[in-house]
Nanobody, 122 residues
Framework: VQLQASGGGLVQPGGSLRLSCAAS????????MAWYRQAPGEQRELVAT???????DYADSAKGRFAISRDNAKNTVYLQMNSLRPEDTANYYC?????????????????WGQGTQVTVSS
C-alpha cells in the first residue's frame, strides 16, 4: 500500500493550491485520512482530518481557508487551500489509516505519503 501526494508548488500570498493524495495497493478499506505539514525546524502538525463518512476537523490555522475532502471510490483525499499566507509554507504530508489485505487477511496500519512542498512567497 502506498500514498502518493501531489499538487504542491510556489504560490503568491493570497493564492490557492489544491493538494491530492491517492492510496494504491491491496486495500480493504480506508478510515480516517488527514493532512499534516512540517516547516523547517518545526514539528509536524495536523492541518485537517476527514472520516470515511465525511466528518471533518481543522487546525485553528486552517479554519475558514482550507477544505479537506475525499473520494472514497478513488481512495483519494484532497486539500483545497485558499488565501494562502507565507506561514503556510511547509512540506505537506497525507496520512491514512488503512486496512490493507496481506495474503487475503486484513492488516490495519498507519500510512504516510512522501510529502509535497508548498511555498507561499511573493
Amino acid at each position: 500500500v502506498q500514498l502518493q501526494a501531489s499538487g504542491g508548488g510556489l504560490v503568491q500570498p493570497g493564492g490557492s493550491l489544491r493538494l491530492s493524495c491517492a492510496a494504491s495497493g491491496s486495500i480493504s478499506s480506508i478510515n480516517t485520512m488527514a493532512w499534516y505539514r512540517q516547516a523547517p525546524g518545526e514539528q509536524r502538525e495536523l492541518v485537517a482530518t476527514i472520516t470515511r463518512g465525511g466528518v471533518t476537523d481543522y487546525a485553528d490555522s486552517a479554519k475558514g481557508r482550507f477544505a479537506i475532502s475525499r473520494d472514497n471510490a478513488k481512495n483519494t483525499v484532497y486539500l483545497q487551500m485558499n488565501s494562502l499566507r507565507p506561514e503556510d509554507t511547509a512540506n505537506y504530508y497525507c496520512y491514512a489509516f488503512i486496512v490493507a489485505l496481506t495474503l487475503g487477511k486484513p492488516n490495519p496500519g498507519n500510512y504516510w505519503g512522501q510529502g509535497t512542498q508548498v511555498t507561499v512567497s511573493s
